[in-house]
């Protein structure tokens, strides 16, 4: 094997004057070159950056995956170049137990009639659920790995190197310091009665050598002060840089909340279908049979929705054919309608209510005896009832 003797001795003695510099200054032994206070911000920004992002990226991934095993699992696919293997998820695993337990205990009886509408509603859960940390995993926290492994490799990369430059700098400068305060001490004119002529040869000799020493001092400062100055603008632009990435995780935190807000409202949706699908079932506990129930509306994994209210149940309402009628008979009042926008999409219980769609004008009265939790609603030709806290009521 072929080594470059010369480097390698170069190298050695860099590194060994890199120690006693960096030691020196430990102990304050040594003077140290301080960076300017906008430098140093924008070191404590950088390093701050860099801490709550691990947190942020750690603790996310906590969420979207409580357990550690797995966490550790997937770690290891990500660093073998594998594809990770879907997952079951919590709620898709609690279907099947419920199926299965419908299936054995009987999918005709009261019971095993709710489970079988349960597990629908859970596998639908479980579904939403994949969606949701697929989607935060590409949005979210690719991003913030992308920062750790790449930009901050590099900007610690060219810290480290900036570091290498001040102690070189600063090791210039004792080599100077010290070349100086010898070359003095060698140009002092020595007492005639206490020196003998030889020692004048040997004193005009070492204050030449010294003369030179200092030349060659100040040449390396020149050259390290030059690789300084250029390694400390290099360093700035990247930890400037640092503000484009703030705004690349303030874009990607608005997706993550956008997907958690979607993830959010399609399991609000399901479990309030379901919660209306076991309503309607009007002899559970007895053993009478289930009514037939709409179908579950279909909502795409990337539909937007904000955070919904509880809807009310309707307890002590009319039944759906007499409130139906009602409806029918029931003219609305000659004042006290109002304008009214919808806020959310509401999808019918049966008859009696109106279906609604989002930012859309109705107008809205309420009755006499009506539940205050409910108006009547009016579209064209259609009429009927509407959840209040699915409205906007306009003076």
């Known amino acids: 094997m072929d080594f470059n003797m010369k480097k390698l001795a170069s190298d050695a003695g860099i590194f060994f004057t890199r120690a006693v510099q960096f030691t020196e200054e430990k102990f304050g032994q040594a003077e140290k070159t301080e960076l300017d206070a906008h430098f140093e911000n924008l070191l404590a920004r950088a390093d701050s950056t860099k801490n709550w992002t691990e947190r942020i990226l750690r603790q996310t991934e906590v969420l979207l995956q409580p357990s550690p095993s797995a966490r550790v699992e997937e770690f290891l696919y990500e660093k073998l170049d594998r594809k990770v293997p879907s997952r079951v998820t919590n709620g898709e695993l609690l279907a099947q137990y419920m199926a299965e337990a419908a299936g054995e205990l009987g999918p005709s009886t009261p019971y095993g009639k709710t489970l079988l509408k349960v597990s629908e509603a859970e596998k639908r859960l479980g579904a939403a659920e994949r969606d949701f940390i697929h989607t935060a995993s590409l949005s979210f926290l690719t991003p913030l790995r992308n920062f750790l492994e790449g930009d901050w490799r590099t900007i610690s990369k060219e810290r480290r190197l900036l570091q290498n430059r001040r102690l070189d700098l600063d090791a210039c400068k004792a080599r100077l310091k010290k070349a100086k305060a010898a070359e003095a001490k060698a140009t002092t004119v020595p007492d005639f009665q206490e020196t003998r002529p030889r020692n004048y040869i040997l004193s005009a000799s070492a204050s030449a050598l010294w003369n030179d020493e200092v030349d060659k001092a100040e040449q390396e400062l020149r050259v390290a002060q030059t690789e300084f100055d250029r390694q400390a603008e290099v360093t700035?632009?990247?930890?400037?840089?640092?503000?484009?990435?703030?705004?690349?995780?303030?874009?990607?935190?608005?997706?993550?909340?956008?997907?958690?807000?979607?993830?959010?409202?399609?399991?609000?949706?399901?479990?309030?279908?379901?919660?209306?699908?076991?309503?309607?079932?009007?002899?559970?506990?007895?053993?009478?049979?289930?009514?037939?129930?709409?179908?579950?509306?279909?909502?795409?994994?990337?539909?937007?929705?904000?955070?919904?209210?509880?809807?009310?149940?309707?307890?002590?309402?009319?039944?759906?054919?007499?409130?139906?009628?009602?409806?029918?008979?029931?003219?609305?009042?000659?004042?006290?309608?109002?304008?009214?926008?919808?806020?959310?999409?509401?999808?019918?219980?049966?008859?009696?209510?109106?279906?609604?769609?989002?930012?859309?004008?109705?107008?809205?009265?309420?009755?006499?005896?009506?539940?205050?939790?409910?108006?009547?609603?009016?579209?064209?030709?259609?009429?009927?009832?509407?959840?209040?806290?699915?409205?906007?009521?306009?003076?």
């Open 236 to 395: 700035r632009l990247l930890l400037e840089g640092i503000s484009s990435t703030h705004v690349n995780h303030l874009r990607c935190l608005h997706e993550f909340v956008k997907s958690q807000t979607t993830y959010y409202a399609q399991c609000y949706r399901h479990m309030l279908e379901l919660q209306k699908q076991l309503g309607r079932f009007p002899g559970t506990f007895v053993g009478t049979t289930e009514p037939a129930s709409p179908p579950l509306s279909s909502t795409s994994p990337t539909t937007t929705a904000a955070t919904m209210p509880v809807v009310p149940t309707g307890t002590g309402l009319a039944p759906p054919e007499e409130a139906a009628l009602c409806l029918e008979e029931v003219a609305p009042p000659a004042s006290g309608t109002r304008k009214a926008r919808v806020l959310y999409d509401y999808e019918a219980a049966d008859s009696s209510e109106l279906a609604l769609l989002a930012d859309e004008l109705i107008t809205v009265y309420s009755l006499p005896g009506m539940d205050p939790d409910w108006l009547i609603g009016e579209r064209g030709n259609k009429k009927g009832k509407v959840p209040v806290t699915y409205l906007e009521l306009l003076s």
